[in-house]
């Protein structure tokens, strides 16, 4: 079986600050996994995926993320928060049956 | 190209009746996955279709179904509606099975009353 666990279901930051929204996983399988962003009322948008290549994965609007399978985490992270990044993030992982799993979401704050 | 359409957006159904919600793919597509998506469970996988085919089914009820058509255009069927039904339901597409990069509609927001 596989689990998503994203740690804080909001994340509070000041605009410009650095945004480190964490994410552990388990699988039984070398997985993918992938980080999105939704906005209200809207569908997902994936930011970025590990597919086994590189470990560090640059995504769109400036998100990495850094697979490391000794501590069975993906987290997300941006140097410098802006406003439009306020949104719901959600990390999934797919295993081998194809089926994803993902977590429970984390809500990004940003202040000005 | 033009992005996942799911239509309705907004729907309103009484507890007993039932419903059928549409997603077309983006072209080429032909893959399409379906997702609930509540504040009480999260983002739930419902099940996929890959060339009219049923490839992968979630843990949800027999209540719910679906279905691919050759052009790859996907419905969705919930039947004897339950007020837990309400939910945003989420389509997704994709090149090929689940393949990893997987497009969203805005998805279909499913009242039950």
């Known amino acids: 079986a596989q689990s998503v666990t994203q740690l804080g279901s909001h994340v509070s930051v000041s605009e410009g600050a650095l945004v480190l929204l964490r994410c552990n996983y388990s699988?039984?399988?070398?997985?993918?996994l992938f980080w999105y962003v939704q906005y209200p009322n809207q569908g997902l948008q994936l930011l970025l995926k590990?597919?086994?290549?590189?470990?560090l994965v640059k995504g769109i609007n400036g998100f990495e993320a850094e697979f490391k399978k000794s501590e069975t985490s993906f987290h997300l992270t941006k140097p410098s928060a802006h406003m439009s990044d306020a949104a719901e993030y959600f990390c999934?992982?797919?295993?081998?049956?194809?089926?994803?799993?993902f977590g429970r979401g984390t809500s990004l704050i940003v202040h000005p | 190209k033009a992005g996942v359409t799911q239509t309705p957006r907004y729907l309103i159904k009484t507890r007993g009746q039932q419903v059928t919600l549409s997603c077309s793919p983006i072209?080429?597509?032909?893959?399409v996955s379906w997702y609930q998506q509540t504040p009480g469970q999260g983002l739930q996988f419902l099940f996929e279709?890959?060339?009219?085919?049923?490839?992968n089914k979630g843990n949800f009820p027999g209540r719910f179904s679906g279905r691919q058509f050759s052009n790859s255009r996907s419905e969705m069927n919930v039947s004897t509606l339950e007020l837990g039904d309400s939910a945003l339901y989420l389509c997704?597409?994709?090149?090929?099975?689940?393949?990893?990069?997987?497009?969203f509609g805005q998805g279909t927001r499913l009242t039950v009353v």
């Open positions: 997704a597409s994709s090149e090929g099975r689940m393949n990893t990069e997987a497009f």
């Open positions: 699988s039984s399988v070398p997985p993918y």
């Open positions: 590990y597919t086994s290549a590189a470990t």
């Open positions: 999934a992982v797919l295993g081998g049956s194809y089926i994803p799993t």
């Open positions: 072209s080429g597509h032909r893959s």
């Open positions: 279709y890959f060339s009219e085919t049923q490839r």
